[in-house]
């Protein structure tokens, strides 16, 4: 369960809601705290298991359907001769991602986490311990996709990318700013389609930098090819 969106709260009702909130605020605010101090605890241990083993991990997120499984397989191709590359895919049921990125040559494994609508540290601690990623690799967590609650959950990652299509909008950093303000770096998906929808790519940026000037960008197509040498190139730079 997630306990902060209470995704898994099927039965909850309106008129519940109305009736309980000025009760249970504050106990809402302290078990959210609870919870993010816990996954804080197991993140921080996640860290440190990555920087004794020099592995590079990055968070990637985004909403369903950006193209995130794509472009991981593609760019587990591209690269796996260069720098070992292990992936954990988070999804809600299925192994279908986790199957498409091991046909690409990945180490692939794939985490289920049924009603929850994202990975925690925890349950990346237990994946570490089952996918067990060679020292000196790159390690892709393919996060639920969700543009809400994963950006609340430091997994002790190296950095997070966030994926973003041209299909969405240009104005999703304002509508869900707390996913870009952490993000270190935006990748602007599926441009080939930009003659099709109406999505301004230099609004998105400044969007975005409006959440986080740090913020850094790159726009590709995992179909045409367009854009995704840069990725490599900063994929293979990362330090460890």
């Known amino acids: 369960m997630c306990g902060i969106c209470g995704c898994t709260d099927e039965h909850t009702h309106v008129h519940e809601l109305v009736h309980e909130a ?14 993010l101090a ?11 298991y990555f920087q004794k083993n020099n592995i590079r991990a990055l968070n990637i997120m ?20 260069k720098i070992p590359v292990a992936i954990i895919v988070g999804d809600q049921h299925t192994s279908l991602d986790a199957d498409a990125l091991t046909t690409a040559g990945a180490v692939a494994l794939q985490v289920n986490t049924g009603k929850t609508c994202h990975l925690d540290a925890h349950m990346l ?17 393919e996060n639920v996709g969700n543009l809400v609650c994963p950006a609340l959950f430091d997994l002790g990652e190296t950095a997070r990318v966030v994926f973003l ?41 400044e969007y975005a930098r409006r ?9 590709l197509s995992a179909k045409s090819g367009e854009g ?13």
């Open 38 to 48: 816990k996954n804080n605890a197991f993140a921080a241990a996640n860290r440190d």
């Open 125 to 141: 601690g237990h994946s570490l311990d089952d996918l067990r990623p060679s020292a000196h690799s790159l390690l892709l967590i």
């Open 228 to 240: 995704l040498e840069a990725w490599y190139q900063w994929l293979e730079t990362l330090p460890e």
């Open 165 to 205: 299509s041209v299909t969405e909008g240009d104005n999703k950093p304002l509508k869900y700013p707390e996913m870009f303000r952490n993000a270190d770096v935006l990748l602007i998906t599926k441009i080939d389609l930009l003659p099709y929808v109406d999505f301004n790519i230099d609004t998105c940026i």
């Open 211 to 219: 959440i986080n000037p740090a913020i850094r960008t790159f726009c």
């Open 22 to 35: 000025h009760h249970h605020h504050h106990d809402f605010i302290t078990v959210e705290q609870d919870i």
């Open 62 to 81: 985004s909403s369903p359907g950006s193209g995130k499984t794509t472009l991981l397989a593609r760019t587990v191709s591209a690269i796996k001769e």
